[in-house]
C-alpha cells in the first residue's frame, strides 16, 4: 500500500487529519502484524502526514507533477494493446531527434549508438526489459524471464550481447531472499546465455512509504554490432519466417494464475537466444532485412508497429502461425479461451528476401529450432490474417489478450479512446515546454 498516495488523496478530499491517522495507523498494523506496535504505527502515519501536507502542493512549474487525469490502467500503458503503443508513440515525440543510429521513434526493440570516437567499425545497442508485473511472488522466474527478455531484443538487432544488468525494488515488507532469489534467476539465463551480469541496483519500492511485499525491477543489456536491422526494414516481397514459441513471463503468468504450473516448465529454455546467436555467427543478419521477438501483445501487436514504420502491409497464415506453438502453451490457451494471437509468444520473427529464406532456415535449424514460412510482405499498410482461406483484419485490440483471470475481468477493450488521446497529447506538449525550460535554464548556467 502506498502511504504518501493514501494520505495525500485524503487531504484532497478534505478528510480530517485524525481519520487519516486512524486509518493510516490501521492499515499499516494490519500489513506489519506483529512486527511493529500500536504506538510505533501511529508515530510513522503521523510522520507521513506531515511530509504529505508538506508536499502536497507547490507552486511552481519545475516542481509540480503534470497531470493528464488519465490513468495508466485506462489508457491500458504496459497492457500491449493500441492503449500501450500510442503512449510509447508519444514518449517517442517527447525525447525527439537524438542524433542515435536508432532509438524509440523507430519502435524497435532497442536503441543504438556510435562509439564517442565517431567509429563507424562497431556500434552499441542497449535495451531495458521491466519483469512481468504479476510475477512478483515468483522472483526466480521473474528474473529468468526479464533476463531472457533483454538478451532478445539486443539480439533482434542483430548485435551480441556483452553484459547485463538488474534493477531490483523490494517494498518494505518483502523478504530479503526475494533479491536473491530473482538474481539467481538472472543468472541461470546469463550463465547459459555466456552474457555476465555485470552490475545493479537493490531499492525499496517508495522507500518507508509504500508498505506490502511486492518487487518490481528490471533488466538491462548491452550488445555489440557491426550492423544492425531495425523494424524499419521490412520490404514489399519479402518472406516472414517465425521459429517456435513457448511464451515467456506472460505465458507464465498465465499458467500460474490458471493453476497450471506444469506449463511453466514449457518456458524455461534459450532456443531464441541459440537461434539469434547462430544467425550472427553465419553473417545471416546482413541477408535479413528485420528480426523482431513476438512478444507486444502477441503476433497482432508486432505485425502492426512493423507495418507502421516499414510502410508496408503484412499478410500471415494462421495455420502456419498455430503449427509452431508449443503444443502443451497452445492447449492450455484454447482451455483458459485465450487468444493465443494477442500474447507473447517469444517466437523469433524473420523477414527477409525469398532468396535467403531457406539459408536463413536452414541456419536456425542448425540450432535446433524449428521455423517454418508464415507469411508475406506486399504493398500496403496495416496487416492481414488468413484464417480458412479467408482474409481476415489483423489489427491489435486495445489490450492484449487477457491471459489471468484479473484481465479477463477487465476486458481487452477501452472506452474513450479518442478523448484520453487528446489529454495526453496535451500532458505531453507541456512535458516538452518543461523540458526545453530547463535545457535553456541548463545552457545558460
Known sequence: MDLEGFAKRELREGEADDKIIAELCNRIVETKRDRITKEKAEEIANAVLEESKITLDFNDELITELKSNVRMGELGVGSRGAGDFYAHEKIGELIGATGAVVDSSSLSDSGVVRLPDGSKEKLIVVTVDGMHSRLSDFPFLAGFHVARAALRDVY???????????DIHVADDGDV????DHIAGISAVSDAAGVPLVTGSTLRIGGDVVIGER????VGAVGVADTVVTREGAKEGDVILMSEGAGGGTITTAALYYGE???????????????CNMLIKEEMVKKVHLMTDVTNGGIRGDANEIAKVSHVKLVFHEDRIRDLVNKKVLAMLKRREID????????LLVICPAEVAEAVKAVVRSAGVRIEEIGSVVKGNGAEIVVDGESRDFSPKFRESAYTPIKKVVGESGQNFEMMKRKVDKAVEEAVRKKDKVKRILESS
Do not use: H, Q, W
Open 340 to 347: 493465443y494471437l494477442g500474447v507473447s509468444l517469444d517466437a
Open 156 to 166: 533482434v538487432m542483430g548485435a551480441t550481447p556483452v553484459a547485463l544488468l538488474s
Open 177 to 180: 531472499a526475494k533479491i536473491f
Open 215 to 218: 518487487m518490481t525491477g528490471c
Open 261 to 275: 504450473p506444469e506449463v511453466v516448465r514449457e518456458t524455461m529454455n534459450i532456443k531464441f537466444l541459440n537461434a
